[in-house]
């Protein structure tokens, strides 16, 4: 165990998070005011003119809001299931493999997509899958019409998830790798002796090892369902398919800075907070029960 | 275990990290100009406050959202190094006006441009001179009591000239910036652009043996050849067809890459505030009309006549495919020359041509006219000196223009005008209406007979010089100069093709804002693009113009249909 004094130390790490917390996060919700004003700028939250849920009344009239809350749930949902699915088989199969450089260049290689960020990203996966792309010219060569992956409503949600679980599973991956070496190798040898093979070890020893980091994992991640992702829409997206693309972050962004709709930007924003307070309430909840752990 | 001094260090690290960051961040909006205190009493000041082209008695500093200028064109000239803030532009206002400008904030034209300014607005801190891109902006800066009045200033410090300029538009013009009888702006005037040009390339339509298009069938077979028989050495299937804006596929007055021709064959205005039957106002894209017009572009598109991603390419996708030879058409107004001049540095041999057209069967192109007020520029309540922004205008868009008679300082313009260059802090223009044909005849005469005496203004002298060395270039069958074939081309070539084209003019009867438009246009808008998009490429049939029709008038299209034609009853 920790000294006091260490535990200072630790505690004082902590601070410059914590203002940043306090200016970033927990500042910026007196903002929420607007949402029942018609803020202009100049006047500032003071002298803007209270018009009441007028903003509320409007934003559940268009046919935009029911639209962007499912794609933002649709989008993030299949996100965290294809993603830790996919963290999960690459840190299995990664665990298998012996040699240890080989492991450690893999795992560095799928790593990498993680420190690009979506302007750069966007313009690959944009030329990846153009007309003129290599995807389009394998399709022609197996005799498929090319699809405009970028511009099809079909396609884009698709795309959306695989290309983001691509950027993140290295990175979503290293968790996974972590609880693995915490199995006691006693019951590998265990098993081994009792007859079981590669597969059945895999089975009945490593993935109830993992069950545990793998439920927490996913509750912790419930309440990023309304975190579609940003970047990756907002540099991927065009207006063809904002029918399935377009999240409530783009969608405020839009709404909010582009058209100046800052009252109607904030309602909208305001939405998503309350739908997010659930999310987290619930994923406490559930984390509580089914792993004994609890953030609150 | 690390030792407590390293522990230590490393918090201190990432303290002073953090302080940094913060640091950083303050550091920037400290750049507010601070004024000297003047004395109205001292007469060289109140000369300066009250007349265009009297300079301070001490440098004014303002701050300016400039839209940006890329100077790489300059290297390697005497030039170099120039910037936002030192450039041929800056230093003339120095020397002529005694005013400096910092660059509050610098996009890129457009669309860039616009989100700055929004956050500027958004942010409260506008710089002192700024140019707002619609009329909504302005109104919304006026009602918020951001900017100043520029009455007195626009009396006392505008030009003639200005003066002159504004008046022929008869008011249509200045009116859109006064509010409560106050000057609050200098609009941009927009000179009649005439109707939608379509560019060709004319060396592919040669090499295949296709003579000019005139109606709707000439263009489709001719960019179907285009496609079809690869004269520009694409490989098979790689031709592009027409290049079309995804965010504005029509509507907008002189727009590029919009299909405003092909909606207004079919008597349809998208987006433009037309009389109906009875002689009230009605929003052209909710029209019966715009249904055979989109089905004839869906059809456009399934044909491939159509670029088949146009929904996914950006503005410098679509000037690339121009000037790559990956296509081959696109439509325009006639300065569609300036947006392809690159090709002539890509492939010397490629022949753009502009064409009116698709033409009716009567020979005749319908066109609506544009909003002559566009852009506004304004200068932010509580800066010493508001009439610094028209003083600029009237040096730059007069004084300059005509007056200057420094050879030297006519040569720096020139040489900045030849490189295609901007630099003036001030992104606008003040020009007659009919400023796009003012000069043809001019011009060809001076052309003609190398008299050019009869050319006003110095801009017009100097773009006499670049044709003179364009016409001779082509004489002597040297290469052309990209910039000198654009100038002539547009001015020249395409003017007079418009001057001499039989053109209906169809004028909107509504520019202005309404109190609904504020909060629901733009939900409107976005459903609009969509409708296009879906339906051009055949995600939806033309049918489903229905369903956007009804739903666009429940979400408040009714409304401000109602609130726009009282706002004309009530004018």
Redesign the interface.
């Not at chain 2, 607005?121 to 409260?124: D, H, L, P, S, T």
């Not at chain 2, 009602?143 to 951001?146: A, G, I, T």
């Given at each position: 165990m920790k000294n006091k004094k260490d535990q200072t130390a630790f505690h004082l790490m902590l601070a410059p998070s914590m203002v940043f917390l306090i200016i970033f996060s927990f500042i910026p919700m007196f903002g929420i005011v607007m949402a029942f004003q018609n803020y202009i700028p100049a006047k500032g939250i003071s002298g803007s003119a209270w018009v009441g849920l007028d903003n509320f009344k409007f934003m559940f009239q268009i046919p935009d809001s029911r639209q962007i809350l499912i794609n933002t749930m649709v989008i993030a949902i299949w996100k965290i299931i294809v993603g830790t699915f996919v963290s999960i088989v690459f840190a299995l199969l990664l665990n298998e493999i012996r040699v240890r450089f080989a492991k450690k260049f893999m795992q560095t290689v799928v790593y990498l997509p993680n420190f690009l960020s979506w302007a750069v990203l966007a313009t690959v996966v944009m030329n990846i899958f153009s007309y003129e792309g290599p995807v389009n010219a394998l399709l022609g060569w197996l005799g498929i019409d090319p699809v405009l992956f970028m511009a099809s409503n079909h396609w884009f949600r698709p795309m959306l998830v695989l290309t983001d679980v691509w950027k993140g599973f290295g990175y979503g991956s290293i968790i996974y790798l972590a609880s693995l070496t915490a199995i006691d190798p006693g019951l590998y040898e265990a098993s081994s002796i009792d007859g079981a093979n590669r597969f059945k070890q895999l089975w009945y020893v490593t993935l109830p090892g993992l069950m545990p980091t793998i439920l927490l994992v996913t509750t912790l991640n419930l309440p990023n369902v309304l975190n579609a992702g940003f970047d990756q829409i907002f540099n991927l997206y065009n207006p063809l398919v904002y029918a399935t693309s377009d999240i409530i972050d783009t969608y405020v962004y839009r709404v909010g800075l582009v058209e100046r709709q800052y009252s109607l930007g904030t309602a909208i924003g305001l939405l998503r907070s309350v739908v997010g307070i659930v999310l987290i309430l619930s994923a406490n909840k559930l984390a509580q029960k089914l792993t004994d752990y609890r953030i609150f | 275990m690390k030792s407590?001094v390293k522990?230590?260090a490393s918090?201190l690290l990432?303290?002073l990290l953090?302080a940094s960051l913060a640091g950083c961040q303050n550091s920037n909006s400290n750049n507010t100009t601070k004024d000297s205190a003047v004395n109205l009493n001292d007469p060289a000041w109140k000369k300066a406050m009250t007349t265009p082209y009297e300079a301070y008695p001490e440098t004014v500093n303002y701050t300016v959202g400039a839209t940006a200028t890329s100077y790489t064109a300059l290297e390697g000239t005497a030039y170099e190094g120039d910037n936002s803030t030192n450039n041929v532009w800056t230093r003339y206002f120095k020397n002529k006006l005694n005013v400096q400008n910092e660059v509050a904030f610098e996009a890129n034209d457009g669309a860039d441009y616009?989100?700055k300014v929004?956050?500027a607005?958004?942010?409260?801190t506008i710089p002192d001179i700024m140019v707002v891109s619609d009329q909504t902006?302005l109104q919304?800066l006026y009602?918020?009591?951001?900017i100043a009045d520029l009455t007195d200033a626009y009396t006392n410090c505008a030009s003639d000239r200005i003066k002159e300029i504004y008046d022929s538009y008869d008011g249509r013009v200045l009116e859109t910036a006064r509010f409560d009888d106050k000057i609050m702006a200098l609009p941009t005037t927009e000179i009649s652009h005439g109707p939608g040009v379509l560019w060709l390339r004319k060396d592919w339509m040669d090499k295949l043996g296709l003579s000019e298009p005139k109606t709707m069938d000439d263009v489709e077979n001719i960019i179907n050849q285009f496609l079809e028989k690869d004269p520009g050495g694409n490989g098979a299937g790689?031709t592009v067809g027409l290049v079309v804006d995804?965010?504005n596929v029509a509507g907008i007055s002189g727009g590029q890459y919009e299909l405003n021709n092909i909606f207004a064959l079919y008597g349809a205005f998208p987006k433009q505030w037309i009389k109906d039957g009875s002689g009230k106002a009605a929003y052209g894209s909710v029209q019966p009309e715009m249904k055979p017009a989109l089905a004839k572009l869906a059809d456009l598109y399934n044909k491939k006549l159509i670029d088949?991603?146009f929904?996914?390419r950006t503005s410098d996708d679509r000037k690339a495919l121009l000037t790559s030879g990956k296509s081959g058409s696109f439509m325009d107004n006639w300065w569609g020359s300036w947006t392809v001049a690159d090709t002539l540095k890509l492939n010397p041999d490629a022949k753009w041509v502009s064409y009116v057209a698709p033409q009716s069967e009567d020979g005749s192109v319908t066109m609506f006219t544009g909003n002559p007020a566009s852009s506004y520029l304004v200068v932010r309540k509580g800066f010493e000196h508001p009439e610094v922004a028209v003083k600029m205008a009237s040096l730059q868009f007069d004084y300059q223009r005509y007056l200057e008679k420094d050879a030297t300082v006519l040569k720096e313009f020139e040489d900045y005008s030849s490189n295609n260059i901007g630099g003036s802090p001030l992104a606008m223009n003040i020009d007659y209406y009919d400023a796009f044909y003012r000069n043809v005849g001019i011009y060809e005469d001076a052309l003609k007979t190398g008299d050019s005496s009869k050319l006003l203004s110095n801009s017009d002298k100097n773009s006499y010089r670049s044709y003179k060395k364009y016409l001779d270039s082509v004489k002597n069958g040297e290469k052309p100069d990209p910039t000198a074939w654009a100038g002539y081309t547009s001015s020249i070539t395409t003017a007079n093709l418009v001057k001499n084209s039989k053109v209906n003019e169809i004028n909107p009867i509504f520019f202005g804002t309404t109190p609904s438009m504020?909060?629901?246009l733009?939900?409107l808008t976005?459903?609009e693009?969509?409708m296009y998009?879906?339906i051009i490429?055949g995600?939806q049939t033309p049918d489903a113009f229905d369903s956007f029709v009804s739903?666009w008038k429940k979400?408040g299209g009714d409304t401000i249909t109602k609130e726009v034609n009282e706002a004309l009853t009530s004018k």
């Open positions: - | 407590t522990k230590s918090i990432i303290a953090s616009v989100q929004s956050m607005i958004a942010g409260g902006t919304q009602e918020n009591d951001l790689k995804n965010e088949q991603q929904a996914v504020a909060l629901k733009p939900t976005k459903m693009l969509e998009l879906k490429t995600e739903s979400t």
